[in-house]
């Protein structure tokens, strides 16, 4: 069966990893996107003389962590990271100096310590290493011994991993720039040329809750009539997330939709941006689904974010009156998870997910919704983006306030290990809100 293989943008999965990830910083932890912009720049009052390691400038953001004393004593220059959750606080992407108790996170170097932008030598390129002549201007050309078997596993002979900002990696200060791995080397380009591939940039500017956002789409030029439908498709569904969550759009501006017709999905997406692969794959219920993972990507477990990102999409397929095209509906993924109910391999959806069909999350949504309507599923997504993760016993005690009751029965089986007692929704109480149109 043809099975839409949607996952979120596994870099931004890395913005809930602490210290680990803040020591192994590397290229493939970072999303491939550009960093958040941020509008609030605090005041410098107490900040200790150490905190710009000499070279920063520009404080963005300070981040109390008396924690990290044990691992990074006094004094710590760590280096730039993108936009990430740390030590219970969300931060911008920059440069992360630690002076205890506290992390000083800064927009920018010093014109002093920017690093060099001079051509490098263009002698004996790969053709490869262009990725077609997309790229240009070569800023640097390099290899990292340490790292090669690392690379090797990673990104096999080569990668476009796309752009990074100023960064450091293998111990060197890189400027930024869009990064390919033809092995054993790293290409550095400063100029993405898309004419030369045949792609142009379409644009939409929408009027949010808080901001006028600019989307531009990178597309092949032959595909011009599909991506200014998708775009109208996204600036609709931008609006009404805004509008049903209450939560305002929470992503980069401009944002920035490029088409990869090589993406081994149909889409992935979160705040930074998002890709889908070429026509006629995916559908418009695909770029409705990207669109809740700017909301919600990076968040666990991944049965919520997933689920949400189906189910918010389809409700939105529906108030829109989008097409559902060929077997991508609601009823047939659902269909193909009761192929496996009550079998071995119908696992608990909590640390499983992606060993299931995706019906299974999705028809727990929907039973949910029958019971107690789109506030209280609403009210979960807003949970999520406050809390960053629902792990079972959150969504128990949710349940249990909305129910009045043990909410055991709508979680063994489905979410948790143990046989199902309910397998519809009418099976734990009345419906109040029947979704004649989802179930097979
Ligand atoms: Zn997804």
Not at 263 to 276: I, V
Not at 300 to 315: D, I, K, Q, R
Not at 399 to 427: F, M, N
Request: charged residues 20%; contains cysteine; glycine residues 8%.
């Amino acid at each position: 069966m043809k099975r839409k293989n949607l996952s979120l943008l596994v870099a931004l999965t890395i913005a809930q990893a602490c210290v680990a990830s803040v020591q192994n910083h590397s290229v493939s932890a970072q999303s491939s996107y550009q960093s958040l912009s941020v509008s609030s720049i605090l005041t410098a009052a107490a900040v200790p003389a150490q905190a710009d390691a000499g070279k920063y400038e520009n404080l963005l953001k300070t981040i109390a962590c008396p924690a990290d004393q044990k691992q990074y004593g006094n004094f710590a220059d760590t280096g730039h990271f993108e936009a990430l959750n740390y030590c219970g606080h969300s931060a911008p992407a920059g440069y992360w100096v630690w002076v205890s108790p506290n992390w000083y996170i800064w927009g920018g170097l010093k014109s002093s310590h920017k690093p060099a932008e001079k051509p490098a030598d263009t002698s004996n390129i790969p053709t490869q290493a262009r990725v077609g002549g997309k790229y240009k201007d070569l800023l640097q050309r390099f290899d990292c011994p340490a790292k090669r078997a690392e690379e090797k596993t990673k990104y096999g002979r080569f990668a476009d991993t796309g752009f990074f900002e100023a960064t450091t990696y293998c111990g060197q200060r890189f400027p930024a720039a869009h990064w390919v791995y033809v092995a054993p080397n790293w290409y550095l380009w400063k100029t993405k040329d898309l004419n030369a591939i045949g792609y142009q940039v379409s644009t939409r500017d929408l009027q949010l809750k808080q901001q006028r956002l600019t989307l531009r789409f990178e597309h092949h030029k032959s595909h011009r009539a599909w991506a200014e439908t998708s775009l109208n498709q996204l600036v609709a569904t931008l609006k009404n997330i805004e509008e049903m969550t209450g939560i305002p759009y929470p992503g980069v501006n401009p944002y920035t939709l490029v088409e990869d017709p090589k993406l081994p999905l149909l889409g992935r997406a979160g705040p930074g941006g998002m890709e889908l692969i070429s026509p006629p794959k995916g559908t418009p219920w695909t770029i409705l689904h990207e669109a809740v993972h700017i909301w919600n990507a990076g968040y666990e477990p991944n049965w919520v974010v997933e689920g949400h990102a189906n189910y918010f999409s389809y409700l939105l397929m529906e108030k829109l009156k989008y097409p559902f095209i060929g077997d991508e509906t609601y009823p047939e993924y659902i269909r193909e998870w009761r192929e496996i109910q009550g079998k071995a391999d119908d696992y608990p959806l909590d640390n499983n997910y992606h060993k299931l069909p995706q019906g299974k999350a999705m028809a727990w949504w929907a039973m949910i919704h029958e019971l107690y309507g789109p506030a209280f599923t609403i009210k979960t997504f807003k949970v999520l983006h406050d809390e960053k993760n629902l792990g079972t016993a959150r969504m128990a005690q949710l349940l249990r306030e909305v129910s009045g009751k043990d909410p055991a029965p709508l979680l063994d089986g489905w979410v948790r290990a143990g046989s199902y007692k309910v397998k519809r929704s009418q099976d734990f109480g009345l419906l109040k809100f029947p979704l004649a149109k989802a179930w097979p």
